[in-house]
């Protein structure tokens, strides 16, 4: 299995809610990573775990939460965004960490904010 | 800072024709280079990538030109085909860091 599945496909919330990105992979990858991707614009890096643990946080503001629950798993968690957050969210994996070497991507996560 | 330009940011070819993207990184500890396509709508993937001890590297209708010493490098396509239509990123990373850097990206636009 060479695939990173991010779920949900398309997300539509309000400035109050909170919701909650996820993304996995099954390929024994132990770095993970957040992008958020604007249109027409490279990718942009959020966050960087590895072996579970934080290693960067681009100064995201702290309304995007990130957890790493098992080596698998990666979530993103959203509340109180702003309409400037809408963007696609693309969680990415790779074997080798530093430097990080091919980066597989999820499809994404479409997130719009109202 | 790390940074990575690209150019150009359009580039459009006859099918057949070549198609190369030049980039440039600003970072000299950098010694992974990898270009990925993304396709509207889909997400990014790894197409070729080149280290820093190797000069050039090559894969079917795909090359890649490192030059340490001017800090360039570049992607060659040759005898392009519609599908090959999509946004191209040059992307660095250096050795013993956590991130990689992009380029802004190239859309390519390859006419039949």
């Known amino acids: 299995d060479t695939e990173v599945t991010q779920t949900p496909k398309h997300l539509v919330m309000g400035m109050t809610n909170k919701k909650s990105l996820k993304c996995e992979q099954h390929m024994g990858h132990r770095a993970m990573y957040w992008y958020k991707q604007k249109a027409k614009k490279p990718p942009e890096l959020m966050f960087v775990?590895?072996?579970?643990?934080?290693?960067i946080n681009e100064s995201v503001p702290s309304r995007f939460s990130p957890e790493c629950p098992n080596s698998s798993l990666l979530n993103l968690h959203l509340h109180a965004l702003q309409p400037e957050d809408s963007a696609l969210y693309l969680c990415?994996?790779?074997?080798?960490?530093?430097?990080?070497?091919?980066?597989?991507f999820g499809e994404g996560s479409r997130l719009t904010v109202l | 800072g790390e940074n990575v330009e690209q150019h150009p940011s359009t580039l459009s070819v006859q099918e057949g024709d070549s198609a190369v993207i030049k980039c440039t990184y600003s970072?000299?500890?950098?010694?992974?280079f990898p270009w990925y396509k993304q396709e509207l709508g889909k997400r990014p993937q790894l197409i070729i990538d080149?280290?820093?001890?190797?000069g050039e590297k090559k894969d079917q209708r795909i090359a890649v030109t490192l030059n340490k010493t001017a800090k360039h490098f570049s992607l060659h396509i040759t005898e392009t085909q519609p599908e090959d239509s999509a946004v191209y990123f040059c992307a660095a990373s250096r050795a013993g860091g956590f991130k990689t850097i992009f380029g802004a990206g190239t859309r390519l636009f390859v006419k039949a």
């Open positions: 775990y590895s072996y579970e643990k934080l290693s």
């Open positions: 990415a994996s790779s074997q080798v960490l530093r430097p990080p070497g091919e980066l597989f």
């Open positions: 970072d000299s500890a950098s010694n992974y």
């Open positions: 080149i280290r820093s001890n190797v």
